[in-house]
């Protein structure tokens, strides 16, 4: 008996003549079994039934090394690899049985299932039939009928698949070969031809998927990984391209279009490493040069255009170059309008832009479509604080200067305003009252934006002057009276030394 769940009982509920290796018997004089061979052959079944294949796998390999015209040592080493997945090398071991011993129907049928899996419709057909000749059991005769009418099935499959192929009805061809891949599903040749129809409807991804499969089936396959590095290229996928054109060299070094397309493949990849390098560095310019290159280099897949635009953008973004970000990425989301990365890097150039409607536009969009995403949501928050802010008092506006200003230019802005604005400038009452009350905006500015951490709070969206916006705060919002600014010099950068002055 076979033990319910054991090695031989799996493979027989897909090869159910398999299990005529628990049962046969052999006398050793019948086939010419010496002492040695017999001891391999039956240690290698009790390692087979507990499982062990490359012991049990060792031990046949031993018997047929010690008589190499044993058709059992062939066979229940062919059960082995089957056991193991290797059908290519269960396939001769398979041969060489029926060549021992014509008439063995378990081994000529086994070998017909995995030729009809091969798509070899018509040498599976002639195993079927000679079994049906041979005397075989009941349960033989009723396999091999049923395998017949599958392979005459397939048959007509494939006839039927071809001539669609050929009359460019793919999405037939597609259905058709479906169906017979679900019984050859070994047949390389089938699967590069769904491949091809995958590709002319347009589903590379697909494609590869039978490709890769194809890959595999077939020893030396160089045309199969050809066409794999191909279509991960035209995805835009240059580093799985690279990869699978390296096998293809890896076989056949003077493959000629692997080759050429090797050359292209890595050119394109060390410039866009390069890149991505210059990015993580902080080197913007030099990053958006390079991807200026990677259009150059590849101007006819669009792929590699889109993603250029969409890392240049971000590093217009990053380099605080608003306007030539807002271009760039608005390119980008004309082809791409739901592109999570272009949307959160506008709506930052919008932000130095002040434009923080566009901004907030921007982030909800790109929540909409990724709402987990932690920087879009502290990036729109951040636009409705702004917004609001701007609504009030706007320190850069005050002062005439960009949000990404750098300090002295804030220094710079803020004298020259001082000096404009300075209440000993004015005579009449009515003037030097709304000149007061300008100097203190001037000067509150100035005290916010050329201090690091007040400055940042402001750009966060928090007024740092603001006792409403200050945490645990309240009252009326901080304004230094005009006598706490007597005697200020604007000129000044600090330090003890204060002067008042008066203009004639």
Known sequence: MVAPGSVTSRLGSVFPFLLVLVDLQYEGAECGVNADVEKH????????????????????????DGDPDNYIAYYRRATVFLAMGKSKAALPDLTKVIELKMDFTAARLQRGHLLLKQGKLDEAEDDFKK???????????????????KSDEMQRLRSQALHAFESADYTAAITFLDKILEVCVWDAELREL?????????EPRKAISDLKAASKLKNDNTEAFYKISTLYYQLGDHELSLSEVRECLKLDQDHKRCFAHYKQVKKLNKLIESAEELIRDGRYTDATSKYESVMKTEPNIAEYTI???????????????PVEAIRICSEVLQVEPDNVNALKDRAEAYLIEEMYDEA????????????????IREGLEKAQRLLKQSQKRDYYKILGVKRNAKKQEIIKAYRKLALQWHPDNFQNEEEKKKAEKKFIDIAAAKEVLSDPEMRKKFDDGEDPLDAESQQGGGGNPFHRSWNSWQGFNPFSSGGPFRFKFHFN
């Open 41 to 64: 052959l039956e240690l290698g079944k009790k390692l087979l039934a507990a499982g062990q294949l490359a012991d049990a796998l060792s031990q046949f390999h031993a018997a047929v």
């Open 131 to 149: 079994v049906l000749k041979s005397n075989p059991s009941e349960n033989e005769e009723k396999e091999a009928q049923s395998q017949l009418i």
């Open 307 to 321: 993603r250029s635009k969409e890392r240049i953008c971000h590093c217009f973004s990053k380099d605080e170059k």
């Open 360 to 375: 907030i536009q921007d982030y909800e969009t790109a929540q909409e479509h990724n709402e987990n995403d932690q920087q």
């Open 194 to 202: 769904r491949a091809e129809c995958f590709i002319k409807e347009g």
